[in-house]
């Protein structure tokens, strides 16, 4: 099963994420959507998984830095993936898609739980 991590190198919790993934001996690629960019497709495949308003990290400077009137414009997943095209650094990271699905964030009981089935 083809495993990719996506999100941007000194994310903190992406290197959390990826150090998981090496101590436990799973591969992965890992794409930089600051550097590779991310196209539509990715983006609507992760919402086949995950809700828009999952995907779009509320919490973390990027959004905190939208005009008032920007942040209200979001308000459903046209409006949610457009912003992530045009700022990726709005998405909540990593988004783990392991083949079967699309998982957002990082935490030790989330990806034992991903894993433990492959």
Not at 52 to 77: C, F, H, Q, Y
Not at 82 to 100: F, T
């Amino acid at each position: 099963m083809a495993i990719t991590l996506y999100g941007i190198p000194n994310c903190d919790t992406v290197k959390k994420a990826r150090t998981w993934l090496d101590q436990n001996g799973i591969p992965y690629s890992f794409h930089d959507f600051k550097k590779a960019g991310l196209s539509e497709d990715i983006v609507h495949a992760w919402l086949a998984h995950v809700q828009w308003d999952t995907l779009v990290n509320r919490k973390g400077t990027t959004w905190r830095a939208l005009a008032d009137e920007r942040k209200a414009s979001v308000i459903d997943a046209g409006s949610a993936v457009a912003l992530m095209l045009e700022s990726p650094s709005v998405i909540k990271r990593p988004v783990l898609v392991d083949g079967k699905s699309a998982h957002v964030g990082f935490s030790d009981a989330l990806y034992r739980q991903v894993f433990a089935t492959t």
